[in-house]
């Protein structure tokens, strides 16, 4: 009888611990299963908030984009038309000097004809005065004022 009361008393002791040790690993279950569902309505609060996160990125990101498109754009518009007017500026200013360098070739060869003239004049002159001269008898060239 001290044996029966003794396996007894064990397998009463092993029940109990079978007992507890179900009623903790409900618990333990019932407690795994809250924290997951916590960290899952967590994880789909966060998903939510990093997809409105991104999608206000990527509109930025685009509307960003497209006004630095319209800079660079502009830019290069604004440097085409004053490379145009740049080309046309030179372009007035070749012909102006060109008009410049005619013109003073023109007066130059004005200036020289005139001398050459003034020169033959000068030249007839004398003549002139010495053929008076020789007509006059009596008049010398010191007479008459030398010509440069």
Not at 107 to 115: Q, T
Not at 121 to 132: E, G, M, N, W
């Amino acid at each position: 009888m001290f044996r029966y009361s003794v396996a007894t008393e064990i397998r009463s002791k092993i029940d109990e611990l079978r007992s507890k040790i179900e009623k903790d690993r409900q618990s333990f279950a019932k407690a795994l299963s809250k924290s997951s569902k916590e960290c899952e309505s967590c994880l789909k609060n966060e998903t939510a908030k990093f997809q409105d996160v991104y999608e206000k990125f990527c509109k930025e990101r685009a509307a960003h984009l497209q006004v630095l498109k319209d800079t660079i754009s502009k830019f290069e518009e604004d440097k085409e038309r004053l490379f145009m007017r740049y080309e046309q500026l030179r372009k007035k200013e070749k012909s102006l000097i060109s008009e410049q360098e005619k013109y003073c070739a023109d007066k130059i060869a004005d200036l020289e004809s005139s001398l050459k003239k003034k020169k033959q004049d000068d030249k007839t002159f004398s003549i002139l005065r010495k053929t008076i001269g020789s007509f006059l008898g009596n008049a010398s060239d010191e007479d008459f004022l030398p010509d440069d």
